[in-house]
């Protein structure tokens, strides 16, 4: 069964950084995309990064462009968030998700498996 866990969620300051983590098991992940989503507080969940895991094909959303990199370490089957000059509206839960199209989609319904979440607040 496939299984994603996030860490590195917390609490920052506006003009900070975090790196969030996302352990991945349960199948080969060579031909999968991995993805980066976020959901604030009465708002739809919305993409912000995403990565084919056999490449370094990456697809960033405006709104975090040039301040979050995605990156992988195959050996430990795990994707990285950093982000950077993080903003108050950065604040949301984010998800690691899963998919197995050929390059990773913007829309939640182009991915399999979620994980649950982990909660970034960053203060002004």
């Known amino acids: 069964q496939v299984q994603l866990v996030e860490s590195g969620g917390g609490l920052v300051q506006a003009g900070g950084s975090l790196r969030l983590s996302c352990a991945a098991s349960?199948?080969?992940?060579?031909?999968?995309?991995m993805g980066w989503f976020r959901q604030a507080p009465g708002k739809e969940r919305e993409f912000v990064v995403g990565?084919?895991?056999?490449?370094?094909?990456?697809y960033y959303a405006d709104s975090v462009k040039g301040r979050v990199t995605i990156s992988r370490d195959n050996t430990k089957n795990t994707i990285y968030l950093q982000m950077n000059s993080l903003k108050p509206e950065d604040t949301a839960v984010y998800y690691c998700a899963t998919g197995t199209s050929s390059v990773p989609g913007t829309r939640t319904s182009d991915y399999d498996y979620w994980g649950q979440g982990t909660q970034v607040t960053v203060s002004s």
């Open positions: 990565i084919r895991w056999s490449s370094h094909s990456t």
């Open positions: 349960g199948r080969a992940f060579s031909s999968s995309v």
